[in-house]
């Protein structure tokens, strides 16, 4: 069974095998975690980012999905991108984050990963509710097929960190 672990702090100086990055999906960077993790990561990360757009991902990563580059200058091996719904109050987009979780792990386990450290996915700029995207976050990892050992959940203040806590 995957270990669980709570954080409050900043996911870029996390020691872990891979860091999920909550990316956009031009894969080009962006605010919030995205352009933390691309600013502190160093410009290996973005060239990774910029060659999986020339091949593969020519009209960007798409929601719910999620691929692996260099972690550059980050204390991890690998970032895993993967790209979260904007919130919506006419339609259930639940499970495309649900998937965020499960495809990131899945990249992991391609990786041979042990330790994920992940952020909340798309409940920043995306406007997702804190709550509703805690515990989406907690039960899709708690129901993952995984080698992943550890999953930590770096959340960037109290409010969020609260949010997962209240999920057992």
């Given at each position: 069974?995957?270990?669980?672990?709570?954080?409050?702090?900043?996911?870029?100086?996390?020691?872990?095998?891979?860091?999920?990055?909550?990316?956009?999906?031009?894969?080009?960077?962006?605010?919030?975690?995205?352009?933390?993790?691309?600013?502190?990561?160093?410009?290996?990360?973005?060239?990774?980012?910029?060659?999986?757009?020339?091949?593969?991902?020519?009209?960007?990563?798409?929601?719910?999905?999620?691929?692996?580059?260099?972690?550059?200058?980050?204390?991890?091996?690998?970032?895993?991108?993967?790209?979260?719904?904007?919130?919506?109050?006419?339609?259930?987009r639940s499970?495309?984050?649900?998937?965020?979780?499960?495809?990131?792990?899945?990249?992991?386990?391609?990786?041979?990963?042990?330790?994920?450290?992940?952020?909340?996915?798309?409940?920043?700029?995306?406007?997702?509710?804190?709550?509703d995207?805690?515990?989406?976050?907690?039960?899709?990892?708690?129901?993952?097929?995984?080698?992943?050992?550890?999953?930590?959940?770096?959340?960037?203040?109290?409010?969020?960190?609260?949010?997962?806590?209240?999920?057992?």
């Amino acid at each position: 069974m995957t270990a669980i672990e709570l954080v409050q702090g900043d996911i870029t100086r996390q020691s872990v095998d891979a860091i999920v990055n909550a990316a956009n999906s031009s894969l080009l960077g962006g605010g919030g975690v995205d352009g933390a993790i691309h600013r502190r990561g160093g410009p290996a990360i973005l060239d990774d980012c910029r060659k999986l757009r020339a091949s593969h991902y020519g009209k960007g990563l798409p929601t719910g999905q999620a691929v692996a580059t260099t972690a550059g200058e980050l204390d991890a091996q690998w970032v895993i991108h993967t790209v979260g719904p904007v919130f919506s109050r006419s339609q259930d987009r639940s499970e495309l984050l649900a998937s965020c979780y499960r495809e990131s792990l899945r990249v992991a386990d391609e990786l041979g990963a042990r330790t994920v450290a992940f952020p909340a996915v798309s409940a920043g700029i995306y406007g997702w509710p804190m709550e509703d995207a805690a515990r989406i976050a907690v039960e899709t990892v708690r129901a993952a097929q995984t080698s992943v050992e550890e999953v930590r959940f770096v959340l960037f203040d109290e409010r969020a960190y609260e949010a997962f806590a209240r999920q057992g």
